[in-house]
């Protein structure tokens, strides 16, 4: 089992930055795949970014490569996304997922953490 606690959301201004972090409560380095997902209000849960648990392998959703980037620092079972130039549209509930690499689906999740950007 592997808990996971999302941080660092917040109301921003567009054009602005946030860091969401994600603590996991036990080591995920060489074993787990490491994403962010969001939901806006009225839509369905969608796939922002991930990270093979060395980081040689990213991925990101379309609209925010080249603004957002996903990091993690295994030695504290800690993973990041850093979100720059924030729109409106990138408003919404981030959550933190975790999946070990042989398996299809991300099986543990955070709570979510509420990001809101304003116009």
């Known amino acids: 089992q592997v808990q996971l606690v999302e941080s660092g959301g917040g109301l921003v201004q567009t054009g602005g930055s946030l860091r969401l972090s994600c603590a996991a409560s036990r080591r995920t380095g060489s074993t787990y795949t490491m994403a962010w997902f969001r939901q806006a209000p009225g839509k369905e849960r969608e796939f922002v970014a991930a990270?093979?648990?060395?980081?040689?392998?990213?991925s990101y959703l379309d609209s925010v490569k080249g603004r957002f980037t996903i990091s993690r620092d295994n030695a504290k079972n800690t993973v990041y996304l850093q979100m720059n130039s924030l729109k409106p549209e990138d408003t919404a509930v981030y959550y933190c997922?975790?999946?070990?690499?042989?398996?299809?689906?991300?099986?543990?999740w955070g709570q979510g953490t509420q990001v809101t950007v304003s116009s």
């Open positions: 997922a975790a999946r070990l690499a042989t398996s299809p689906k991300y099986d543990y």
């Open positions: 990270s093979s648990w060395n980081s040689g392998y990213t």
